[in-house]
């Protein structure tokens, strides 16, 4: 079991985060973040979703570091924190590594385009007239 | 209607796996009640008073035969023989069994059913007009968009943990059939020098502040429809409150800000996602406009219903057949083609339990639409039902099929038609019982009902107003009182495009109390009306103060109120 | 007034009462308990993981028997009024 998860490859799983952002902050007044290399997204309560909007506009924004989310969060979460852009977990509870994995691989199609490279289904269903100028 | 493709049955399937594997955790011992709540939340269960209720979706309230003749299984095998239509046009279920509910939602797999945010701070079924495809008065059909709305919301990763539910409705006319305004998100298809796009409402609500939607844009193009809604959901999901689960809905973030402050946030996001590439191209929206092609209707079909039409050969004599008269007088309305017409199936017989339908009659149900109405059937927010394109020719088979099966009850929009929720019957979150409230207001209504005229009367057990009290012209609001069950009077709301909210008279009343207060009202409303005045337009015209005065001012009257 | 212990079955969702033992559906079989120790059982039946909505609630001892005090209670160990058919129980709701 583990705390610490790395969701995708641009996780550094031997840093620390440079800044801790709060669910209640604005990501888009904070400044130097490109400087940064790690930043966390704090959830305090599953409950609060605001981190899945933080961390998106992160990527939005250009972030290309390590966007880490940190607290109450479990496998089931797993799916939407990649699709926002997350790339680590470091979780109050561990996780079996396996299950994380296996909640990852879950869905193979995805509905809407978000912070990850899932091309959305429409996308898929209309390759020619769906290019998107990455 | 909307088929799945591959890539739909595997999203569907996949999630019935994921349940099935936290479901297995939770059996297990390895993943506790907690944790667990939430995700069977997420599937629409729910542990209620006295067993486990599932909230199947139907999307914007639209069924096939073979998905209903599904649903009467379900009932059988997995239930106790009936099923409750709801007020956001799902179904629901109250006795499953925890152990066997992936198995259950496996089998609506197969025929392109779910129960995915049934429940849960996430966007919710997308209702829609009850009519369309068939409404006379509609600007195109809405729910290529609904279903649009449905897989843009499903598993959406940034709004899946929002302040508390959301929810859309998509119409297509200035009628308004689906109380949108009185939804998180309404849309309104309207066309703007040819163009199609969307008049566009935030805010609106029932429940403990009910407030109806303003609107945030007046024209959004069609193309920007999803972009938009994600800015739209984006601002709520940042700025929504947290702290108090009575302020966190969309309604409060929009009051407290202002409409118009509310709206420049909206654009400003918009600005910004709508770089991103979220909408959809025309060739999707194109894809699932197909599914909603009309069905092969028939050409060169007599459509009068003239009875006086001596031509008229293809209908009965309904000098004979006074029960079928009736009901087509009441449940059945114009079609846009002609020769068709719009059946509306009555779930309110009086005495019975509002929106509740047994496994045969759904069968029953499933044939008809199977037979008689291309293969569709309908949902409504009243928790009725309807076959939306029946051949005139055909309306006295399906009265037979109807009225055999306990289905023909002619009381569309009448006193006796009420909407309940389940109330305390059922219901945990419930302060008082709703359903036998509507029974006996249907009793007692059923005699005057003709004379009564449209009346909109509707019950809600707590203040989550899942009943829609505040919408009805008769909203009636159960509240605990010192332990014991009360009941609130309010007049004079609106879920029609007239949308306005109802108004509390004054002191509650308990059971008996409450039964009485309405049959005040409705003879008050009989010696004030006047001529073709609904009881909506008489309160509307002259306030409380009569009804009031008719409820309260006969203060010598021990059953009146409890202070 | 009396104190007695409640919750929902994990699998089929059932109404139980604590009966001193074990857990029956029948309130009849209730037994009236002290807070504190209606307090310990109630914590030690959560951490099991098997019965959900755990909650001691008011009764009042009524013909000798257990009558709870809320309307809530009384359905719930009933079943829906409007459903008699399928009532769990001959019991006095109202």
């Known amino acids: 079991m583990a705390e610490y998860f790395a969701i995708d490859d641009r996780a550094l799983a031997s840093l620390e985060p440079d800044v801790v952002i709060g669910p209640g902050e604005d990501v888009r007044v904070h400044a130097d973040l490109g400087n940064h290399r790690v930043i966390g997204i704090d959830f305090p309560k599953w409950r609060d979703g605001r981190g899945y909007s933080s961390a998106r506009m992160l990527r939005e924004m250009g972030f290309a570091g390590d966007i880490r989310a940190i607290g109450d969060l479990t496998v089931d979460q797993l799916i939407f924190l990649k699709r926002s852009g997350f790339s680590s977990l470091a979780a109050d509870r561990p996780m079996d590594p396996a299950a994380a994995q296996a909640a990852l691989s879950r869905f193979p199609y995805v509905y809407q385009r978000a912070a990850d490279s899932m091309a959305p289904a429409w996308a898929l269903r209309h390759p020619a007239v769906s290019a998107v100028d990455e | 209607m909307y088929q799945y493709d591959n890539i739909d049955q595997a999203v569907v399937d996949a999630r019935v796996a994921e349940y099935r594997d936290q479901l297995e955790r939770r059996l297990s011992g390895a993943l506790d009640e907690d944790h667990f709540r939430p995700l069977r939340l997420k599937n629409g269960l729910y542990l209620q008073m006295h067993a486990y209720m599932l909230r199947v979706a139907i999307p914007y309230g639209t069924l096939s035969g073979q998905q209903m003749r599904m649903l009467g299984h379900v009932a059988r095998r997995y239930d106790r023989g009936y099923g409750h239509f709801t007020t956001r046009q799902n179904i629901q279920y109250n006795w499953i069994r925890l152990h066997e509910s992936a198995d259950l939602l496996a089998e609506l797999a197969t025929v392109e059913m779910h129960a995915i945010q049934t429940s849960g701070n996430c966007i919710r079924n997308i209702s829609s007009d009850q009519y369309a495809g068939a409404a006379v008065d509609e600007v195109e059909d809405p729910r290529p968009w609904a279903e649009l709305l449905r897989q843009w919301s499903s598993f959406h990763p940034e709004f899946s943990y929002l302040p508390r539910k959301f929810k859309i409705a998509v119409i297509a006319s200035d009628t308004d059939r689906a109380a949108m305004k009185l939804h998180d998100i309404g849309l309104q298809i309207v066309q703007r020098d040819g163009e199609t796009g969307f008049r566009v409402y935030v805010g609106g609500g029932m429940g403990r502040t009910p407030i109806v939607a303003p609107v945030i844009r007046e024209f ?314 609904r009881f909506l337009d008489t309160y509307r015209r002259l306030g409380a103060a009569p009804f009031k005065a008719a409820v309260y001012g006969a203060a010598v009257n021990g059953e009146a109120a409890h202070g | 007034m009396v104190k007695l212990l409640t919750g929902n079955e994990l699998l089929r969702g059932d109404v139980l009462w604590w009966d001193g033992k074990g857990w029956s559906l029948s309130i009849a079989d209730a037994v009236a308990l002290e807070p504190a120790e209606g307090a310990s059982i109630l914590e030690r039946e959560a951490a099991g993981e098997r019965i959900s909505d755990l909650a001691l609630i008011d009764a009042e001892v009524v013909g000798g028997r257990f009558r709870p005090v809320k309307i809530r209670e009384r359905i719930r160990g009933f079943g829906p009024t409007v459903r008699p058919d399928l009532a769990v129980a001959e019991q006095d709701w109202r």
């Open chain 2, 220 to 533: 959004l193009p069609a193309g920007d429809f999803l972009s938009y809604c994600e800015a739209i959901l984006r601002v709520y999901n940042r700025y929504g409150r947290r702290d108090n689960i009575y302020k966190a809905r969309i309604k409060i973030l929009v009051h407290d800000l202002g409409a118009a402050e509310f709206a420049r946030q909206v654009e400003e996001e918009h600005a910004h996602v709508k770089t991103l590439g979220l909408d959809a191209p025309e060739a999707e929206i194109a894809r699932i406009r197909d599914f909603f092609a009309p069905p092969a209707f028939q050409t060169g079909l007599s459509d009068t219903l003239d009875r006086s039409d001596p031509d008229f050969a293809l209908w009965p004599d309904f000098a004979l057949w006074p029960d079928f008269a009736l009901w087509v007088d009441r449940q059945v309305v114009a079609h846009k083609v002609p020769g068709y017409r719009i059946v509306n199936i009555s779930l309110k017989p009086v005495g019975q339990i509002p929106g509740d339908a047994s496994a045969d009659q759904m069968d029953v149900l499933a044939d008809l639409a199977e037979r008689y109405s291309f293969d569709e059937i309908r949902v409504t927010h009243a928790q009725n039902l309807v076959l939306p394109h029946v051949r005139a020719a055909d309306l006295k088979a399906v009265w037979e099929a109807l009225n055999a099966a306990g289905l023909a009850d002619a009381n569309l929009d009448l006193a006796t038609d009420i909407i309940a929720c389940p109330g305390m019957d059922y219901c945990t979150l419930a302060n008082a019982r709703s359903i036998p409230v509507a029974q006996q207001l249907a009793r007692l209504l059923a005699p005057r009902e003709s004379e009564l005229g449209e009346l909109k009367i509707k019950v809600s057990g707590c203040i989550n107003g899942c009943g829609h009290h505040h919408a009805g012209h008769i909203g009636i609001l159960g509240v605990d009182r010192k332990g014991n069950e009360n009941y609130q009077l309010l007049l004079g709301g609106s879920g029609a495009e007239d949308t306005s909210l109802a108004q509390i008279l004054g002191p509650g009343f308990d059971e008996a109390g409450i039964v009485g207060a309405v049959e005040r009202v409705t003879t008050a409303y009989l010696s004030l009306r006047a001529d073709g005045e």
